[in-house]
């Protein structure tokens, strides 16, 4: 990677490592559980479940995902764990957001209290387990499973900037850089990746063009692409 593209993807990052562009962003509900969490009043299974379902829904315009993922706490009275754990859940065949139905919602909600019904975390779930276990898809070892890697990064990261680091046990340096269309155009301009599939192989890629500069906190790398989407609009 040449010098001044590593010194202005650093400036990037640095700037852009900053909560006040992310108010209008869905981390934006993990942060106000993970706030209560401080003090006493929201468990880290809130913080989890919350960080989840606001990832599933992060797709499209930033201020309708903020809407919806609103919406849905409304609905679950802005306690997750109790409402997943109380196994009530509104399950409709209309819209959520955008193709996400409240049915979908609900059958989440479900395999969630499974789960919670044998553990007390979610951190020692795999990609996959995410993906077939929770979400309830097949299992798919080339998908790029950016909604799973989005929640990772919020949760494990710990500068104690954007991203929450609660989960103790994961390492930040393992983590993979949430691959969507926007990721991918900005990343292929750059020249960090060359591959025309959008998976996982190329999540990686980017993630390994990232480790060159921040060895130990390669998703460090999404906030410079967010700045190259801002500085290149």
Same mark, same amino acid.
């Given at each position: 990677?040449?010098?001044?593209?590593?010194?202005?993807?650093?400036?990037?990052?640095?700037?852009?490592?900053?909560?006040?562009?992310?108010? *209008?962003?869905?981390?934006?509900?993990? $942060?106000?559980?993970?706030?209560?969490?401080?003090?006493? *009043?929201?468990?880290?299974?809130?913080? *989890?479940?919350?960080?989840?379902?606001?990832?599933?829904?992060?797709?499209?315009?930033?201020?309708?995902?903020?809407?919806?993922?609103?919406?849905?706490?409304?609905?679950?009275?802005?306690?997750?764990?109790?409402?997943?754990?109380?196994?009530?859940?509104?399950?409709?065949?209309?819209?959520?957001?955008?193709?996400?139905?409240?049915?979908?919602?609900?059958?989440?909600?479900?395999?969630?209290?499974?789960?919670?019904?044998? $553990?007390?975390?979610?951190?020692?779930?795999?990609? $996959?387990?995410?993906?077939?276990?929770?979400?309830?898809?097949? *299992?798919?070892?080339?998908?790029?499973?950016?909604?799973?890697?989005?929640?990772?990064?919020?949760?494990?990261?710990?500068?104690?900037?954007?991203?929450?680091?609660?989960?103790?046990?994961?390492?930040?340096?393992?983590?993979?850089?949430?691959?969507?269309?926007?990721?991918?155009?900005?990343?292929?301009?750059?020249?960090?990746?060359?591959?025309?599939?959008?998976?996982?192989?190329?999540?990686?890629?980017?993630?390994?063009?990232?480790?060159?500069?921040?060895?130990?906190?390669?998703?460090?790398?999404?906030?410079?692409?967010?700045?190259?989407?801002?500085?290149?609009?």
């Amino acid at each position: 990677m040449e010098t001044s593209l590593k010194e202005t993807l650093i400036a990037w990052a640095e700037e852009y490592n900053d909560p006040k562009y992310f108010q *209008e962003d869905p981390i934006i509900f993990p $942060t106000g559980f993970a706030s209560r969490y401080a003090e006493g *009043e929201a468990s880290l299974a809130d913080i *989890e479940i919350s960080a989840l379902l606001s990832a599933h829904l992060a797709w499209g315009r930033r201020a309708m995902i903020v809407r919806d993922c609103g919406r849905m706490f409304d609905e679950m009275c802005w306690k997750p764990y109790e409402y997943v754990m109380n196994g009530e859940y509104r399950n409709e065949n209309v819209s959520l957001h955008r193709t996400i139905k409240w049915s979908e919602f609900a059958a989440i909600c479900g395999r969630l209290k499974e789960i919670y019904s044998v $553990t007390d975390s979610l951190e020692g779930l795999s990609d $996959t387990d995410f993906r077939c276990r929770v979400f309830g898809q097949k *299992e798919d070892r080339r998908a790029p499973n950016k909604k799973i890697s989005m929640m990772r990064r919020w949760l494990v990261r710990n500068d104690g900037k954007v991203d929450l680091g609660v989960w103790k046990n994961s390492d930040k340096k393992e983590l993979i850089l949430p691959l969507d269309v926007h990721v991918y155009a900005q990343a292929t301009e750059l020249g960090l990746t060359g591959r025309r599939q959008k998976d996982i192989v190329t999540a990686r890629e980017i993630t390994d063009a990232f480790r060159e500069i921040w060895p130990e906190d390669p998703c460090m790398g999404d906030f410079a692409l967010f700045g190259y989407g801002v500085n290149n609009q």
